[in-house]
């Protein structure tokens, strides 16, 4: 045996153990580590979940039930009232806003006809056949509705669109006509197109008196205590204003502006306010009046500011509201502005992009009033101070005191309890 043989074989002098030998135990202490440390997280993971869920339940079930109670409340203030839906596809295009008489609503359309529905019925019905393509006007009276239409017919319809009565003028009836209490009897005031004012009994029909005013007269007639208040356009004769006719037998009782000579030609209809006997106007020439239902006197008189860059003065056509105080205009440029009704200052401005010349409205919308503007789309705005609330369409809206009709570009009727 060699040396070297030797010495290898020998105990005393035998090699150490190999490092792959150690790799195994080294391996599995670490994978154990590893797997302490891994389910530590996991504990502490969904410790956190836990802490983080109990946080969420804490908090999120009031907040999802106020949310909930928030999203009722939205939906019950409007709420369809339309019994077997939200709409009625109808295809009915109106012109002016659709009038209510008791749980009736009678529709305008553009073609000349007079369409009627109601909470009982799922479609509306044609009550009136109009032979003029344009839109009749509808008045709401005791018991039904007067209709007059483009081709000089004069009807009176009950709430269920039934005919009372008919008549005939010579000439076309395009103002909006209105109801004056004159004692016990009740007349329906109205113009023509050529410039007569004319009063019939609203129980037949029947001729009361009838009155030249010289000139074509605006959209429509105001009834007061005093008479009938009647905006004059602009003519060869007239240099426009308001005239005021006496209910019983049509005597002018008061002109405005005093001076023929004043420039004041105007479309809109005047409003009436009871509560201070004034009557309401703006014309065409940007002006706003305050004037004494008695005497036609100016209490006051304001004028609109036309928009940054325009030379122009502004237009307004569309009859002014009066809501809590504050008077409410509409202009050509898309202006609505707001007047205090006792001394004509102004309020505040909202332009709607869109121009404004259809009658104003305004309706009951949760705890506030709010005034009705405009068409494309119908807008809901604060009449106090000139925010805008909602919108509701983009065609014509009508309000009976409980719910809104609204109509879009196709004809479709929506309703909702205000």
């Not at 009749?136 to 005791?142: A, I, K, L």
């Not at 307004?316 to 001394?343: E, K, M, Q, Y």
Request: net charge positive.
């Amino acid at each position: 045996m060699s040396p070297l043989s030797s010495f290898v074989s020998s105990p005393k002098h035998a090699l150490p153990t190999s490092p792959r030998r150690l790799v195994k135990p080294l391996r599995r202490a670490h994978d154990l580590d590893f797997e302490r440390a891994r389910r530590a997280a996991q504990r502490r993971g969904r410790k956190r979940r836990q802490q983080v869920q109990k946080l969420v339940l804490t908090l999120g079930m009031p907040l999802g039930a106020l949310s909930l109670w928030m999203g009722a409340r939205a939906m019950a203030s409007y709420r369809s009232v339309w019994l077997g839906g939200p709409s009625i596809q109808a295809g009915i295009s109106c012109q002016n806003s659709p009038v209510a008489v008791a749980s009736s609503w009678f529709f305008a359309s553009e073609e000349g006809s007079v369409w009627r529905a109601d909470t009982k019925t799922t479609a509306p019905q044609k009550v009136w056949r109009g032979t003029f393509p344009s839109s009749p006007q509808v008045v709401g009276v005791s018991g039904g509705v007067i209709i007059a239409g483009g081709d000089g017919t004069l009807a009176s319809l009950d709430t269920q669109g039934r005919m009372r009565w008919s008549v005939k003028h010579s000439g076309s009836l395009f103002p909006r006509p209105a109801l004056l209490q004159n004692g016990a009897s009740a007349l329906i005031v109205g113009g023509d197109d050529a410039g007569r004012v004319w009063a019939r009994d609203a129980r037949d029909g029947k001729t009361l008196w009838s009155q030249d005013a010289g000139v074509p007269i605006g959209e429509g007639v105001t009834a007061t205590p005093w008479g009938v208040v009647v905006p004059l356009l602009g003519h060869t004769t007239s240099r426009g204003g308001l005239r005021c006719f006496a209910g019983e037998g049509g005597q002018v009782k008061w002109s405005f502006p005093a001076n023929p000579r004043d420039r004041a030609a105007g479309t809109a209809i005047p409003r009436f306010d009871a509560a201070t006997n004034r009557v309401f106007w703006c014309n065409d020439l940007g002006a706003v009046f305050a004037l004494d239902a008695r005497t036609g006197s100016k209490i006051w008189k304001s004028f609109v500011a036309p928009r940054a860059g325009a030379r122009n003065a502004v237009v307004l056509r569309a009859s002014p509201v009066l809501v809590n105080g504050v008077l409410v205009v509409g202009g050509n440029d898309g202006g609505l502005r707001a007047f205090d009704a006792r001394d004509g200052h102004a309020l505040w401005t909202r332009w709607l992009g869109q121009s404004l010349s259809e009658p104003l409205g305004k309706a009951r919308l949760g705890n506030r009033i709010v005034v009705v503007a405009g068409a494309k789309p119908v807008v809901l705005v604060d009449a106090q101070s000139g925010q805008l609330v909602r919108q509701l369409g983009a065609g014509v809206v009508g309000w009976n005191g409980r719910e809104f009709a609204a109509s879009d570009e196709v004809g479709t009727w929506h309703f909702w309890a205000s």
